[in-house]
């Protein structure tokens, strides 16, 4: 039985999308999409392992609410269909995610 695994990576990134310089989460956590456009790249089978031999893009498709995490960002890989979801971090001293943005994605048409 294999467990699964939480690899902190908290490094910065350029974004494929926006181009947008992410800086590593002032909270420690780990940072896995831009906190302009929400894109973010296939990496990871879990979470910080760069396991992932898909390397597609994953492209925000819509925003949930976590009675525990809060509002986490859901992307679909455009490459494999691969879906993840990722807390956002809209109180980031540094540079939080964009309000804008998730309030855009909470108005889109639901997709699967």
Excluded: W
């Excluded at 926006?18 to 909270?27: D, F, H, N, R």
């Excluded at 909470?106 to 699967?112: A, D, E, G, L, N």
């Amino acid at each position: 039985m294999t467990t699964r695994k939480f690899t902190v990576r908290n490094e910065s990134f350029r974004c494929v999308h926006c181009g947008t310089e992410v800086q590593p989460s002032a909270s420690g956590g780990c940072r896995n999409h831009c906190p302009n456009c929400f894109y973010s790249i296939h990496l990871d089978i879990f979470p910080g392992d760069r396991a992932a031999d898909c390397q597609g893009i994953l492209e925000p498709i819509r925003i949930e609410n976590h009675s525990k995490k809060g509002y986490m960002v859901v992307h679909r890989c455009q490459t494999c269909g691969h879906l993840t979801r990722n807390k956002l971090a809209l109180e980031d001293p540094v540079q939080p995610d964009s309000l804008a943005r998730m309030l855009q994605l909470m108005q889109k048409p639901p997709t699967v």
